[in-house]
């Protein structure tokens, strides 16, 4: 609950040293989950950070992000780009991610969550507001959404939805969290467990090959639909 005052105390010091960077909400969890809208700790921080003119990458499954636009508006055009990334000409970047367009698959691995449409819908009204805006792939899962056919229906909705950008990105079971995925696959697809197996071994990441392989296929399905792999 104190984290907007803790986050002020800290772009306080930052800014005073000119130490300008993006913050990211958030790499760890959901800035927009459903108690955002009773507490509106997303909301007070984004207030903290406009104050401090810090960019922000925003990383969210939640249309909930529409709420504070106006926000996002004044932190787009006041926020202090770092050195390296002034290129970019962006004080907000929102990404909203997906692991399938597919509303069952969606409904067994990310329970509880918006559902992929409503998702596809926040960011084309993102980018009719002039934000730049995308769409992150993360994690495609082995052998249920990372086909070619699979990978080119997703970058095909980034197009139609007008996304600036596309990435893509392989599903990791670190620690404990294997065995829950492994328990949610045995559930529902008892057939891929050994090849699930095999991908991964005793290891958190699939095998290299698999990584080079799916970046390789996601950027050649961008490059045929004209649209940009990676935010830069």
Request: glycine residues 6%; proline residues 6%.
């Amino acid at each position: 609950m104190n984290a907007p005052t803790i986050l002020k105390g800290e772009l306080s010091r930052r800014a005073g040293r000119m130490e300008y960077g993006f913050i990211a909400l958030s790499s760890a969890t959901e800035p927009w989950m459903k108690l955002e809208q009773n507490y509106m700790l997303t909301r007070r921080c984004l207030e903290v950070i406009a104050r401090y003119r810090f960019p922000v990458h925003c990383l969210t499954k939640s249309p909930l992000i529409l709420r504070d636009l106006d926000l996002l508006r004044e932190i787009d055009e006041s926020a202090r780009l770092p050195q390296d990334l002034r290129g970019l000409k962006h004080g907000v970047i929102i990404t909203f991610s997906l692991s399938s367009l597919d509303e069952d698959i969606a409904r067994i691995f990310e329970p509880g969550c918006p559902k992929p449409e409503e998702r596809l819908e926040a960011l084309q009204m993102v980018r009719e507001e002039g934000f730049f805006a995308g769409l992150a792939y993360i994690p495609v899962l082995p052998f249920i959404s990372d086909s070619d056919d699979s990978l080119e229906e997703m970058v095909k909705a980034a197009k139609e939805h007008r996304a600036d950008y596309v990435f893509v990105g392989e599903l990791t079971l670190p620690g404990a969290v294997k065995k829950i995925y492994y328990k949610v696959l045995e559930r529902n697809f008892p057939e891929l467990l050994p090849r699930y197996e095999q991908l991964f071994g005793a290891a958190g990441q699939p095998r290299m090959e698999y990584r080079r392989d799916l970046e390789s296929r996601a950027r050649r399905i961008c490059r045929r639909y004209g649209i940009r792999y990676r935010i830069m």
